[in-house]
């Protein structure tokens, strides 16, 4: 196995380890995108993840990967540190991992990691703007049945 699929296994199953028991199992063991979509998510895109990490660390093909990572992460009630902390992890795998890492792999890691927070608050900020749309739209909805009804609101 090359160090690039050492590296995805690994990460994979610290990224599965926010779910706890048979779910992470399950998440890495499934490999059909309709039964496991979460896991086929974290899989597609920790490879390019991976890929970039050890080749050109591209900024739109790392944004796009963790766009799709913490868009399933935002909405499942995860605090920043369990959505964006196996980032994190890939410190140890890269230092585990006997093979040749980026010289520079430390940095790589950051640049990861920002990339996922950045990414992680976008989708959050996205969540808090549809729910107040909602929460506006409702009202103004309650506020056309009072006047129709010629009830008042308040």
């Known amino acids: 196995m090359s160090a690039p699929d050492t590296v995805l296994e690994r990460w994979l199953a610290a990224a599965a380890e926010v779910y706890g028991g048979i779910f992470a199992e ?49 909405i499942q009630a995860l605090a920043v540190e369990q959505a964006v902390g196996f980032v994190f992890g890939l ?30 608050l976008a989708c959050r900020e996205r969540l808090a703007e549809l729910k107040l749309n909602e929460q506006l739209r409702a009202f103004g909805v309650a506020r056309m049945r009072a006047a129709h009804n010629r009830g008042s609101v308040a």
């Open 26 to 74: 399950h998440t890495i063991g499934e490999r059909d995108p309709f039964r496991n979509p979460i896991g086929h998510t974290l899989r597609v895109s920790l490879t390019v993840l991976v890929r970039e990490f050890f080749g050109a660390m591209q900024p739109a093909a790392i944004d796009a990967a963790f766009a799709d990572i913490m868009a399933l992460r935002s």
């Open 91 to 120: 410190r140890g795998i890269a230092r585990a991992t006997p093979a040749m890492m980026p010289a520079d792999a430390e940095a790589r890691i950051d640049k990861l990691a920002l990339s996922a927070f950045q990414q992680y």
